[in-house]
T-cell receptor, first 113, second 114 residues
Framework: DGGITQSPKYLFRKEGQNVTLSCEQN?????MYWYRQDPGQGLRLIYY???????QKGDIAEGYSVSREKKESFPLTVTSAQKNPTAFYLC????????????FGSGTQLSVL | AQTVTQSQPEMSVQEAETVTLSCTYD???????LFWYKQPPSRQMILVIR??????QNATENRFSVNFQKAAKSFSLKISDSQLGDAAMYFC???????????FGTGTRLQVTL
């Protein structure tokens, strides 16, 4: 079945630690996105990539980093510079020119120990 | 800049009844697309319906339809014959081609009662 796989489902971060959230898709989509969801704030865009080896900052990129070495994969690293990382993280993908029609993964809940 | 506003944090509807969720948006662009996404308790976002700004006709998908008022920058979602499975968070979102990104509202939690 085609889809987007996010792992792990739950992740805990210690003080000063970097953690990486995985996102893999087998939909052959060109574009991939990372969103952060906080209670009462909807979804906010962290980073997005429209092509391999290229990505752009979203609205809240500080404290995060990404890579896009393969079309299928778009991992997100939450660095120690992100002082409030507790949130639900959603990965999404779309075809080029998808015009907002996104397919989402099932998300990763990140909490601070 | 683009903003999407949902002013109803929570709504409730009885099973088999009709409910309307409100959304307003603001953009200076003429080419844009509007969406309603559903987030059930599983937390996976699902596309419900899409409206192209250049189309005057309101989009419909089975029991879901929109009321798109371009001049008023209003985009409401009507759910007819509500079912227990419709209980979820509903997010309004807008996409502007020049920005290449989707902007979400803060969501409306819909409860469906027997």
């Amino acid at each position: 079945d085609g889809g987007i796989t996010q792992s792990p489902k739950y992740l805990f971060r210690k003080e000063g630690q970097n953690v990486t959230l995985s996102c893999e898709q087998n939909l052959n989509h060109d574009a991939m996105y990372w969103y952060r969801q906080d209670p009462g704030q909807g979804l906010r865009l962290i980073y997005y990539s429209q092509i391999v080896n290229d990505f752009q900052k979203g609205d809240i990129a500080e404290g995060y980093s990404v890579s896009r070495e393969k079309k299928e994969s778009f991992p997100l690293t939450v660095t120690s510079a992100q002082k409030n990382p507790t949130a639900f993280y959603l990965c999404a993908s779309s075809i080029m020119g998808g015009l907002g029609k996104l397919f989402f993964g099932s998300g990763t809940q990140l909490s601070v120990l | 800049a683009q903003t999407v506003t949902q002013s109803q944090p929570e709504m409730s509807v009885q099973e088999a009844e009709t409910v309307t969720l409100s959304c307003t948006y603001d953009t200076s662009e003429s080419d844009y697309y509007l969406f309603w996404y559903k987030q059930p308790p599983s937390r996976q976002m699902i596309l419900v319906i899409r409206q192209e700004a250049y189309k005057q006709q309101n989009a419909t998908e089975n029991r879901f339809s929109v009321n798109f008022q371009k001049a008023a920058k209003s985009f409401s979602l009507k759910i007819s014959d509500s079912q227990l499975g419709d209980a979820a968070m509903y997010f309004c979102a807008g996409y502007i081609g020049t920005a290449s990104k989707l902007t979400f509202g803060t969501g409306t939690r819909l409860q469906v009662t027997l």
